[in-house]
Every structure is written in structure tokens, then in C-alpha cells.
């Protein structure tokens, strides 16, 4: 049973990878392919997140469906939108291989305890929400400029992934929901004001999303660390300071139109 547990790990991945290099190349023949694709992902998803796990504890199981659930369903909607090849090669790659690494560190934390580093959920946690937060905000900004999507959806959307991935971050910090749901509520509705206001800048989708994303590394970094009571002068200016040299250069070398 280990070694299927361990098998859906990296077939997950692999079949993911798979469909998004066949949408490069064969989605003009066939656009509708993609749902499909979304659903068979969600489908594999669904049952590949619960045999790794294992258990039948439904908190933990929706806890660790929703990152790889959201992460892929944003490349695939993220990739309609990308013009050049090596773009849309890299957005198939480097996030397939993160939620490989994430499904890895899955099947340790509940099938071999013993390997399991403490926190180092957490950290891929981390860095995987703001790969899923840039994916579908610049998604959603797609949606609005190209397909006439409300901006009222939208900016709800946004709201309620930030919420579920910001809950994931803390929890895997060790963080209970009874301390960090004012963080969560707080952080989601900026994120949403945020989202609402930028949609009106005349910039790319892209460095709409950047934004968002940034702002929300600065967010849910101060916010985690002076919930783990780990907040100082000198952590807070490190996430400053990272925020706005990124913001800078990304507005600086930005095309406005």
C-alpha cells in the first residue's frame, strides 16, 4: 500500500505536466479540451490527495486538497492567457515540480512521521501560496479585460482563495484558526480591496498580479511572525524592504498604456 501511496506523489504531477504540453499544442483544434482536462485533474486530485493521506480525518484532507486543487487549477486558466512558448512551458514546469515536492512532504508527514521536518510544510506552504495567488489573480484580470467576467466575481474569488491559503500557511505554522481568523478576514478583504482598485491601473495583467502578490507576501509574513510572537523591528524591515525594491522594479520597467 506504501508504494501507491507513493506512486500517486509523482503521477500527479506527471499528468498534470502531460495535459497542460497538450493544451500548447493542440488547444486551437480543440479549446473545449481544457474543461475536460480541469475536471480529470480535480477527479485525480480528489482521489490521489486521499490515498496519500491515508486517513479519514476530513479537516486534514480538505486542508491538503485545496493547495494542489488551486495551484492547478490556476495554471491551467493562467496559461490560456500567456503569449510565448517558453512562458507557457515555464508555468507548466516550475509549478508541477512544486506541487511534486508539496505531495512528497504530504506522503512523509502522514506515512512516514519519523522522516517529517517540523515547519517544512509550512515553508512550501509559503511560497506556494503566492505562486497560486499570482496565477489566479492574473487569471481573474484576464477574465475581466478579455471575457467581460464581473468584477464583483472576481474580486469575491480572490477573497476566498486568499482566505483558504492564508488558513493553510497558518495552520501549518502551528497557528490555530481561534488566533489567526482576524488575520485571515483582515488580509483577505485587502487583498480583495487591492484587487478591485489595481484593476483599474492601465498595466498588464501581469504586473497587476506582481502587486497583489507582493502585497500579500508583506501581509501574511508580518501577520504570521507576530502571531508566532517572532515579529521585530528587523523582521518587519526585511519584508519591507524586499516589497518595495520588488514593487520598484517591477512598476519601474513596467509598460503603461
Same mark, same amino acid.
Given at each position: 500500500?506504501?508504494?501507491?501511496?507513493?506512486?500517486?506523489?509523482?503521477?500527479? &504531477?506527471?499528468?498534470?505536466?502531460?495535459?497542460?504540453?497538450?493544451?500548447?499544442?493542440?488547444?486551437?483544434?480543440? &479549446?473545449?479540451?481544457?474543461y475536460w482536462f480541469i475536471a480529470f485533474s480535480a477527479i485525480i486530485i480528489f482521489f490521489?490527495? #486521499?490515498?496519500?493521506i491515508g486517513e479519514k480525518n476530513l479537516r486534514n484532507f480538505f486542508l491538503f486538497l485545496?493547495?494542489?486543487?488551486?495551484?492547478?487549477?490556476?495554471?491551467? /486558466?493562467?496559461?490560456?492567457?500567456?503569449?510565448?512558448?517558453?512562458? !507557457?512551458?515555464?508555468?507548466?514546469?516550475?509549478?508541477?515540480? $512544486?506541487?511534486?515536492?508539496?505531495?512528497?512532504?504530504?506522503?512523509?508527514?502522514? +506515512?512516514?512521521?519519523?522522516?517529517?521536518?517540523?515547519?517544512?510544510? *509550512?515553508?512550501?506552504?509559503?511560497?506556494?501560496?503566492?505562486? /497560486?495567488?499570482? %496565477?489566479?489573480?492574473?487569471?481573474?484580470?484576464?477574465?475581466?479585460?478579455? %471575457?467581460?467576467?464581473? %468584477?464583483? /466575481?472576481?474580486?469575491?474569488? $480572490? $477573497?476566498?482563495?486568499?482566505?483558504?491559503?492564508?488558513?493553510?500557511? #497558518?495552520?501549518?505554522?502551528?497557528?490555530?484558526? +481561534?488566533?489567526?481568523? &482576524?488575520?485571515?478576514?483582515?488580509?483577505?478583504?485587502?487583498? *480583495?480591496?487591492?484587487?478591485?482598485?489595481?484593476?483599474?491601473? &492601465?498595466?498588464? %495583467?501581469?504586473?497587476?498580479?506582481?502587486?497583489?502578490?507582493?502585497?500579500?507576501?508583506?501581509?501574511?509574513?508580518?501577520?504570521?511572525?507576530?502571531?508566532?510572537?517572532?515579529?521585530?523591528?528587523?523582521?518587519?524591515? !526585511?519584508?519591507?524592504?524586499?516589497? $518595495?525594491?520588488?514593487?520598484?522594479?517591477?512598476?519601474?520597467?513596467?509598460?503603461?498604456?
Amino acid at each position: 500500500m506504501a508504494r501507491i501511496r507513493h506512486f500517486f506523489v509523482w503521477l500527479i &504531477p506527471l499528468m498534470v505536466f502531460s495535459m497542460l504540453e497538450y493544451l500548447f499544442f493542440f488547444y486551437a483544434l480543440r &479549446p473545449t479540451i481544457v474543461y475536460w482536462f480541469i475536471a480529470f485533474s480535480a477527479i485525480i486530485i480528489f482521489f490521489g490527495v #486521499m490515498v496519500i493521506i491515508g486517513e479519514k480525518n476530513l479537516r486534514n484532507f480538505f486542508l491538503f486538497l485545496a493547495t494542489p486543487l488551486f495551484l492547478v487549477l490556476g495554471q491551467f /486558466i493562467f496559461v490560456l492567457f500567456l503569449e510565448g512558448k517558453l512562458l !507557457r512551458h515555464i508555468v507548466a514546469v516550475v509549478p508541477t515540480i $512544486i506541487l511534486g515536492i508539496f505531495l512528497e512532504n504530504t506522503y512523509i508527514h502522514f +506515512q512516514k512521521k519519523e522522516k517529517y521536518e517540523p515547519y517544512s510544510m *509550512g515553508n512550501i506552504l509559503s511560497f506556494l501560496s503566492l505562486i /497560486i495567488l499570482y %496565477l489566479f489573480t492574473a487569471s481573474h484580470f484576464g477574465f475581466i479585460v478579455y %471575457l467581460n467576467v464581473s %468584477l464583483w /466575481i472576481a474580486t469575491f474569488i $480572490i $477573497i476566498f482563495v486568499t482566505f483558504i491559503i492564508t488558513e493553510q500557511v #497558518m495552520y501549518f505554522h502551528g497557528i490555530s484558526f +481561534q488566533k489567526s481568523w &482576524p488575520y485571515l478576514v483582515i488580509v483577505s478583504l485587502v487583498e *480583495g480591496e487591492f484587487f478591485w482598485v489595481i484593476n483599474f491601473l &492601465p498595466s498588464s %495583467l501581469y504586473v497587476n498580479a506582481f502587486i497583489i502578490t507582493i502585497v500579500y507576501y508583506m501581509m501574511i509574513g508580518v501577520s504570521r511572525n507576530h502571531l508566532l510572537g517572532m515579529l521585530n523591528r528587523s523582521v518587519f524591515l !526585511r519584508y519591507f524592504f524586499i516589497s $518595495i525594491v520588488s514593487l520598484s522594479v517591477v512598476l519601474i520597467t513596467a509598460k503603461w498604456s
